[in-house]
Each structure stands twice: as structure tokens, then as C-alpha cells.
């Protein structure tokens, strides 16, 4: 099956930095999504981002299904922006279509 | 903005008991998904229904686990009996057509006792 990778598994900010987060995958796609998991284990849709390039206020999305990778980038972190991120991806042309998360990227801001 | 809506929030049940979970799409959302995630993981998917039509239930634990989704609508996810290793985050989500994103419910986080 397909093979979501994300990178790095765990990172500790401190308010105000930014920083990259990545997402590699195996199989073409014609579908994938950036969530941010709260502490209360709600996931919120961030990015559908099958290709190309998104901005959403301090936080955007790149991704290049060529090469198989998106990136997620946070600008000027806030504590608000801890809990885990996830890439998630659906494979192009099956009959499957659900989506495939990868392990995710714990993140804590620090104050 | 409209939402997934899950109940129970919480649940606590004994090895053996039944449980079941109940997921209300949003409006006009044909693709409905249970998936299950054990703490420090992502997400995996249970079950898919397109309308009341069970598309994918691959990875669903047939023995004890069942889902319905009887109008098309809103649907229930039952375990019976339950064991230890249930305990997880069950969460629903619904989507609209092909080529548009998901939105996922609060989930039901279960404990088995």
C-alpha cells in the first residue's frame, strides 16, 4: 500500500520561530490533506492541497506530486499552533478513496 | 460552518459490553468514513459508505465490529463484545464529491475497562 512519511516525528519552538514540515509519499495522488490535531484530539482541515501552493494567514502548504512531497510551513508559531500535525493522502485512480495518514509531527510551542 | 457531529464525546465500558457510536455527516455529504486511532498514531480507516452503500470495509474487525448506515445519512458504528485493545479515538468524517477535502467529527474517544 501507499507510504506517507512525515518528518520530523517531533520539534519543540520556541513562540515566534518558524519552521518546515514534511510529508513524503510513495504513490501518485489526486488528493492530499494537512491537518492540525488539538489537544481535545479534534481534527482540523487545514490544506487540501493536491498540488501547487496555498496560504492561510501565518500558515502555507506546498506540494510537488511530481516529486512526491508537500510541505507544510508555519510562520511566527503561537503556542495555539501545538498538538500534532498530519499528512494525509488518497490514492488517483482505485477504487479506494479514503484518505491515508501518515504518522504525524508532534509540536510544541513554547512560550 | 457546518460540522460532523459524534456522540458520545466519552465513553467508559467493561470488556465484554456492547458500545455503539453514532456520526450525523454534514448535509448532502454522499462519502462517509469511521476510522480509528490509537494514541500516538494516525488515523485508520474502519469503514467507507457511498450513500448506504458499504464501499470499503477491508479493515474492519468483522467479528465484533458492525456499521450502518441504513438511509444514506447518519450512521452507527457498534463493537459487541468489547475488548482492551478498543480503546482508542473513533472520529467520522464526510465528504462531498471526489476531489474535495474531508471534515472530520470530535470524535468518540472510548475506554475499555
Not at chain 2, 454522499?30 to 500516538?40: F, P
Request: charged share 20%.
Amino acid at each position: 500500500g501507499i507510504q506517507v512519511e512525515q518528518s520530523p516525528p517531533d520539534l519543540i519552538l520556541q513562540e515566534g520561530a518558524n519552521s518546515t514540515l514534511r510529508c513524503n509519499f510513495s504513490d501518485s495522488v489526486n488528493n492530499l490533506q494537512w491537518f492540525h490535531q488539538n489537544p481535545w484530539g479534534q481534527l482540523i482541515n487545514l490544506f487540501y492541497i493536491p498540488s501547487g501552493t496555498k496560504q492561510n494567514g501565518r500558515l502555507s502548504a506546498t506540494t510537488v506530486a511530481t516529486e512526491r512531497y508537500s510541505l507544510l510551513y508555519i510562520s511566527s508559531s503561537q503556542t495555539t499552533d501545538s498538538g500534532v500535525y498530519f499528512c494525509a493522502v488518497e490514492l488517483e485512480d482505485t477504487g479506494r478513496r479514503a484518505l491515508t495518514f501518515g504518522s504525524g509531527t508532534r509540536l510544541q510551542v513554547q512560550p | 460552518e457546518a460540522e460532523v457531529a459524534q456522540s458520545p464525546r466519552y465513553k467508559i465500558t467493561e470488556k465484554s459490553q456492547a458500545v455503539a457510536f453514532w456520526c450525523d455527516p454534514i448535509s448532502g455529504h454522499a462519502t462517509l468514513y469511521w476510522y480509528r486511532q490509537i494514541l500516538g498514531q494516525g488515523p485508520e480507516l474502519l469503514v467507507q459508505f457511498q450513500d448506504e452503500s458499504v464501499v470499503d470495509d477491508s479493515q474492519l474487525p468483522k467479528d465484533r465490529f458492525s456499521a450502518e448506515r441504513l438511509k444514506g445519512v447518519d450512521s452507527t458504528l457498534k463493537i459487541q463484545p468489547a475488548e482492551l485493545g478498543d480503546s482508542a479515538m473513533y472520529l467520522c468524517a464526510s465528504s462531498f464529491i471526489e476531489k474535495t477535502g474531508y471534515t472530520f467529527g470530535s470524535g468518540t474517544r472510548l475506554t475499555v475497562v
